[in-house]
C-alpha cells in the first residue's frame, strides 16, 4: 500500500518539475539551480550565457521526461505483480 504511495508522490512530484521548468522555458525566465559563469561583459558571453542556460534547461526538461517514464514502469510492474499475487492466493 505505501509503495503505490510513495511511486505515486514521486510521479506527482516529476510532473511537478516538468511543469515548473517548462513555464520557465516558456517564459524566457532563468531557475535559480542553472549557474553559468562566462567571462565577459560584451554581446558574444552574452548570447553565449543564454544559450548555455537554455541548453541545461532543455536538457534538465528531457531528463524529467524520462524520469517520469520509468517512474510511472515501475508503478505498473508493482501493480501488475500484486495482481498476479491475487490470483494465487
Do not use: C
Not at 518539475?17 to 549557474?35: D, E, R, S, V
Not at 548555455?52 to 515501475?74: D, G, P
Amino acid at each position: 500500500m505505501y509503495q503505490f504511495k510513495n511511486i505515486k508522490s514521486r510521479l506527482y512530484k516529476t510532473n511537478a518539475a516538468i511543469w515548473y521548468n517548462k513555464t520557465y522555458k516558456h517564459k524566457g525566465l532563468t531557475p535559480n539551480y542553472i549557474n553559468v559563469t562566462v567571462s565577459g561583459h560584451n554581446a558574444r558571453p552574452k548570447k553565449t550565457r543564454n544559450t548555455a542556460i537554455r541548453h541545461r534547461l532543455n536538457q534538465e526538461i528531457k531528463f524529467l521526461y524520462t524520469k517520469k517514464i520509468y517512474v510511472y514502469l515501475s508503478w505498473t510492474n508493482k501493480e501488475i505483480d500484486n495482481r498476479k499475487l491475487q490470483i494465487y492466493i
